[in-house]
């Protein structure tokens, strides 16, 4: 049974129709890379996909959901609860430490305080970051606050995680090991990630690749 599975999907701003139709099946354990060119469309899919934004039609099946048909605040606990999100720009907040950062999503699920750190800790560790855990994001490199950041998107062991962009704010020597590191967390956790990205490298190690053009999968 597929992971993730959309039918349909379309979405217009206005007069514009930036999403055509878009069908799409992501199966547990796949890497998948969108990739196309700017105004493509990739970001509105991975919004949608991330149940950040509805679609205008169109259905979106998750992990066994029917996801559009819930209401604002199931659709937000779901959100919480199986979704992962990466982003170019990692969104740490800054007065948190990035232990502190990591935690905040199984906080706001409600779950056992002391297993949440103990988590973080964990996944923190598992990422090279063991002697950062108390370290504001000031105090981390680029690539420590992205590993925080996927740490983060994590937390609640998500069945899919999204990734936008998710090395375009690095060096090419952090974004290599970023690559890796997300092929590395398949491998060892069976974790599903959806990557948008225009890193031609990033793109090329996927498990597959779908290109958006206009609105419609190519």
């Known amino acids: 049974m597929p992971l993730l599975q959309t039918t349909n999907l379309r979405r217009n701003y206005g007069n514009l129709a930036v999403l055509k139709g878009i069908d799409l099946t992501i199966e547990p354990g796949e890497v998948v890379s969108i990739v196309g060119a700017s105004g493509a469309g990739k970001t509105t899919l991975l919004q949608i996909l991330g149940t950040l934004d509805r679609p205008d039609s169109g259905d979106l099946h998750m992990a066994g959901q029917n996801v559009f048909a819930l209401n604002d605040r199931q659709l937000a606990r779901f959100r919480n609860e199986k979704i992962g999100f990466v982003f170019q720009f990692n969104n740490l907040l800054p007065e948190f430490t990035a232990l502190e950062n990591v935690c905040l999503p199984g906080f706001i699920a409600g779950k056992d305080e002391r297993a949440v750190r103990s988590r973080a ?66 491998d060892e956790l069976g974790q599903t990630f959806i990557i948008v990205t225009h890193n031609e490298a990033l793109a090329a190690l996927a498990d597959r690749t779908v290109t958006i053009r206009d609105g419609v999968i190519f």
């Open 121 to 186: 800790e964990s996944l923190l560790k598992t990422l090279g970051l063991a002697d950062r855990l108390t370290n504001l994001p000031s105090q981390l490199s680029g690539g420590e606050q992205q590993r925080t950041a996927v740490a983060r998107a994590l937390i609640n062991e998500p069945a899919i995680v999204f990734a936008d962009e998710p090395s375009g704010n690095l060096d090419s020597r952090n974004a290599e090991d970023l690559h890796q590191l997300f092929f590395r967390l398949r």
